[in-house]
């Protein structure tokens, strides 16, 4: 298949996409809806919003909201009141109320896209989202969007976008992991990714060694095309700041814990996930914790920011005194 070229291919191969992912998205990226879920959320958003973060906020808005990890954890934190999630993809949308229903909360969803968006101007207090600008085929309409719906004086953040650099550091585990990935299989007993589906269950008629060829296998396979951005921090303030607001902040975050996770993440991802030892992924968690308490406390904020694998935005939408003396309070 060929990457997509239009802004109408990229929306549809990410719903695609995100649609047939959903069901084992959070097993997959290892998303948690408890304690150390909400602190992993909680750390990210200190980073750029600071004391603020404590006071709250009243109405969230998040873009591609996915299974809910940022909003369901920000709501059982006490950090936002209500919040109305939002993804390109119906699956996410149903995995997440899933989520919500198990935990006792109450989200609003709604399925659209971020440059158009099906609210009320000045409507949020918060907009967020985790991981999803480098979706968006078109960055300008959507920042405008975010601004439009935003009250004045009220927050943008988003984390988990991948930096240019960075992104390219991370090639080098990526291409290290699934070099050694058939020693690494060997070593723990697991099987080859697919090798479950392509062994017929006995009295089988599909017995050709095939696995899947349906819809759905075609629809996985269209990861490769779901990112289309990387960012250096000028872009991502840039955008900000021409679609009008101020106090923007751009710093970045994991550097050794991204090369920790990558390797592991590629590794994993050639076994089948039920050969996988327990005693392997708690090493992978709880390492990749470890060495994320490490980038904050020892290189985040000396180190620049565009060679660490993620950044992280935030922005406030002035209010109205602000914009006519032409100040950023």
Known sequence: MEAPRTAEDIRDVNTRYHDVAAESYDAKWGIDF???GQEQVLMKLRKVLGPALARGYGDSLEIGSGTGYFSLNLLQAGVVERATCTDISPGMLETLRGNADRLGLEVATVATDAEDLPFEDESFDLVLGHA?????????QAFGEFHRVLRPGGTLVFAGEPSRVGDRLARVPKRGAAAVAPLWRRAIGARPLGAAASEPEPGSANGNGHGPTNGHAHDHA????????????SDLADRAHAAGFADVEVRGEELVANWFGWTNRVLEASAEPADIPWGWRQYAYRGYLLLQKLDERLLEGRLPPAIFYNL??????????????????
């Open 132 to 140: 999803v600008l480098h979706h968006l085929p078109d960055l300008e």
């Open 34 to 36: 408890g304690e150390p």
């Open 312 to 329: 992280l935005l935030a922005a406030r939408k002035p209010v109205y005194d602000d914009a006519a003396a032409g100040t950023s309070r």
């Open 222 to 233: 269209l990861e490769q095309f779901v990112d289309i951005h990387a960012f250096t921090q």
